[in-house]
């Protein structure tokens, strides 16, 4: 017999990433909010690697960042090592990933949500969504404790209907031995929502003293290190080292000599899996002519001794894994503290929802992080912040906050999974943005804070200072124009050097950075006027400089995309009426019900032969 428990605003049924940040905005917005957990030691988990960031993945947090995102802030408090990759590339790819401390980032992040004003963090299995007769959702826990809630973010991770798969051993669970949300998935389903089985996985845990590190490749943080958050002023030392070693023709041979013991290949498993991030058996199956493949040893934390085995996720058997481990340099005699597993996982089509990650046919009901089909931590804990905003913004009767490609990788990544769908677990790549110049993780404070102070989110302190920094910014163009160096033999030495040409005349500043092989560094022992601001504001002033043509194009581009987007669609028109359109294209935008032609042109299945359809239909019925 259930018993009434309460109402909330804004629940929550998650606290992993996705949870975490649709939790704090929605409190944060000043709605009572309540964020569910199986199992509260499991709040802010990092279940596979322990790292935040990576390649457009740190795009992402610093987006979260400077929107008043928890993510990025933690992660500098936990932080164990940090790199900026790519370096040898354009900024628009360079990508923040540093490695942390994975059980101090859950407490800490536990912690937080303790401390929240508007917030309670609960520990309560949900196992039975049902509509409200007066609005909302009835929200039932496994204790029979009935909450009735105006809105409702969903944000169950790989949970929902989660199953473990180690070669022949297979059981219902979620991830690092939790209990699995299997009731939720069956309430779900019986709701109506479209779901679907997607797989992921994770590597092997090594005792670190049984590593023999003396012949492996090491691999440091930069220096300084840089932090994610823009809030944070500095990081200290990197306090840890990562490790590199490779496998061989005798870890291949004992693939394929167990390639039938594994659950993918034995056909067990159905879910899909992540094509970006596969499996070990999975890439020595899939890349046979490749006669080895990298291994990169990361630890856990700075209290414990298990170590993060990156790019050998697995589902062999326990006793196969061990056997292939131990073919690699380094790792010959390794004791394993965990087995490498694959998981099974229930996830929803995110077609279903719109741009605020809101259901479609389900009104006040979102959706967020792997629950969406998306993989990743960064990924997750944008869709979460998305969902927990535009759930809190519908209870108090305000517009919906919608991120667009222009401006963000996070509206980038939302458009992606509510337009184009996931046939596979979704991953954030700076590929997948057409703007990526523009939208480079230096210059996510420029793009983002005032939306966030608009929001509610960022401090009037914080938001100062970040207009300090703009203006500072532009002085700092003004100084560049204006400040002249003289033709000297060691300035010329230093050009020279860097293979350019020499000056006889006065040269301008901003003038020599456009040179390609300048940069402020090489220049600063004869720029004497430089002031001393912050790293990111000359990193910023330097990128826009060398690439000013390349940025003024993106620009424009963005400026004629937003004319599409600005021819709207009805949201409740039926296009099998609309001759001239095939009929994949009618399905398609039936379907996903675009709200303009921008996002029309961007559905898979919808030609530019269709779009003309759509735009000369709208000329001849507008104002009608």
Known sequence: ??????????????????????????????????????NMDAVGNCPCNPSIGGTAKGHLVRELDALGGEMGKTADACFLQSRMLNRGKGPAVHS????????????VMKHKLELQDNLELRQAEITDIQPAEN????????????YHCRS????????????IYVGEVSYESGPDGMFPATKLALSLKTLGLPLRRFKTGTPARILRRSIDFTDLEVQKGDVPPQPFSYETESLGDNKVDCHISWTNDRTKQIILDNIHRSPLYAGRIEGVGPRYCPSFEDKVMRFADKPRHQLFIEPCGENTEEMYMQGM???????????????????EHCVMMRPAYAIEYDCVDPTAMNAALEFKDFPDL???????????????????????????????????????????????????????????????????????????????????????????????????????????????LQRLKFTTLSPSDELNALLVSRETSPVSTGVRL?????????????????????????????EQVEIEIKYE?????????????????KKLLPTDYDYRQLNGLRLEAQEKLNKIKPLNIGQASRISGVSPADISVLLIWLAANKGN
């Open 549 to 565: 043509g390349y940025i003024q194009k993106q620009i424009k581009q963005v400026e004629q995309m937003k004319k599409l987007e």
């Open 510 to 538: 901003i003038d020599l950075l456009k040179r390609p092989q300048l940069d402020y560094a090489c220049l600063a022992p004869f720029d004497t006027t430089r002031p001393a601001y912050e790293p990111n504001l000359f």
């Open 313 to 331: 996720s697995s589902s062999l058997p326990e006793e196969v894994q061990l056997q292939f481990y131990r073919t690699i340099k380094g790792l």
């Open 96 to 107: 923040l990933r540093a490695q942390i401390d994975r059980r101090r980032y859950s407490e």
């Open 366 to 476: 979102y959706g967020a992080g792997q629950f969406n089909g998306s993989s990743g931590y960064e990924e997750a804990a944008a869709q979460g912040f998305v969902a927990g905003v535009n759930a809190a913004l519908k209870v108090q009767g305000r517009e919906p906050f919608i991120l667009t490609r222009a401006n963000s990788y996070i509206g980038t990544l939302v458009d992606d999974l509510v337009t184009k769908g996931a046939n596979e677990p979704y991953r954030m790549m700076t590929s997948r943005s057409e703007y990526r110049l523009i939208l480079r993780q230096d210059n996510a404070d420029e793009r983002l804070t005032p939306l966030g102070h608009q929001l509610g989110l960022i401090s009037e302190e914080r938001y100062q200072k970040f207009l300090r920094k703009q203006e500072l910014k532009k002085t700092e």
């Open 1 to 38: 017999m259930t018993y009434y428990a309460g109402e909330y605003d804004v629940a929550v049924i998650g606290a992993g990433h996705a949870g975490i940040e649709a939790a704090l905005a929605a409190a944060r917005l000043g709605c009572r909010t309540a964020i569910f957990t199986i």
């Open 135 to 146: 609005g909302g959702y009835l929200l039932t826990t496994q204790m029979l404790a009935q």
């Open 152 to 163: 409702v973010v969903v944000a169950t991770g790989t949970y929902l209907g989660g199953r």
